[in-house]
Every structure is written in structure tokens, then in C-alpha cells.
């Protein structure tokens, strides 16, 4: 095998490690919020802008959603577990990177650019806006600095 065609190899894996982590991180947080938000603290639906019923339903698309994602996510880890090229840091960096991600985009685009839902529907949301917010981007730094010091050693195990 030639260095060209070996560092092809682990660019193709290094690409699979972030990429599982993602869509796990994103299933994951998505997860959450749906859970915990919606179903136990009723603080808002998927979608606010309709009927009670059309906001369950939305809710049932997102939560079939964070699924599909992190199930996606947990087909490719398997992969790499199987070919022994899975590299812990740069997955759990790709947990974070993508929890963290998709919590951003919820923030900014859905709260407050498309207004289909706000965090909580109260007179100071900005608090919980801020703090949202910041948990977010706090999970992006933890997973970039995750990535960046990941030296690709895959697990044996």
C-alpha cells in the first residue's frame, strides 16, 4: 500500500469518526430538548405558530428526527469499531461539535430569525436565551479542542 493511498485510508475514517460523532451528538441533543422541553416541561412544540395538535405533530417529526440521526450516527460507529479505526477523541469531539451545533442553530434561527417556537414563553426569555446559547457554543469549543487534539490513534477495542 503506498503512503498516497494509506493517508487516502485514514482521511476517509477521520472523515467517518467526525461524522458518526455528529450525527450522535445532534440525535442526542435533539433528543433532549424534545424530552425534556416538550414532553415533561411543556414549555413549547417543534412548531408554536398552529393549533395545540399540529404542535404535537411537529413534535413527532422532530422526535423521529433526533432518531434517524442517531441512529446514523451509531451504524457508522459500528463500522469503525469493526475495522478497528475508531478514534475516541475525534468522535466524542464530533458528539460535542454536533450537539452543540444543532443547539446554536436552534437558538438563533429557530427561537428568534424563524420564530416557530421561543425556549420558554415568559417575560425575561432573554435569560434563557443567553444561557441556551452559551451551552452551545461552550459544546463547539469542548468539541473542536477535542478534534484538534485528536492524534488519530484508533481504539483496539
Do not use: C
Not at 477523541?89 to 458528539?95: A, E, F, L
Amino acid at each position: 500500500m503506498t503512503i498516497a493511498s494509506q493517508n487516502q485510508d485514514k482521511s476517509v475514517y477521520l472523515r467517518r469518526n467526525l461524522w458518526s460523532g455528529i450525527l450522535v451528538g445532534l440525535g442526542f441533543v435533539a433528543f433532549f430538548d424534545e424530552t425534556v422541553f416538550h414532553q415533561l416541561l411543556h414549555w413549547h412544540h417543534f412548531y408554536d405558530k398552529s393549533t395545540t395538535d399540529l404542535g404535537l405533530v411537529s413534535d413527532g417529526l422532530f422526535h423521529a428526527f433526533s432518531w434517524f440521526a442517531t441512529i446514523g450516527g451509531f451504524f457508522l460507529l459500528a463500522d469503525l469499531r469493526r475495522r478497528n479505526m475508531w478514534s475516541v477523541k475525534r468522535w466524542w469531539g464530533g458528539v460535542l461539535l454536533g450537539g452543540g451545533g444543532f443547539q446554536l442553530y436552534d437558538g438563533i434561527i429557530q427561537h428568534k430569525i424563524m420564530r416557530i417556537h421561543q425556549i420558554r414563553y415568559v417575560e425575561h426569555v432573554m435569560l434563557y436565551d443567553i444561557v441556551w446559547n452559551l451551552a452551545a457554543i461552550a459544546m463547539i469549543v469542548a468539541g473542536a479542542a477535542l478534534i484538534k487534539a485528536d492524534t488519530y490513534e484508533p481504539s483496539s477495542a
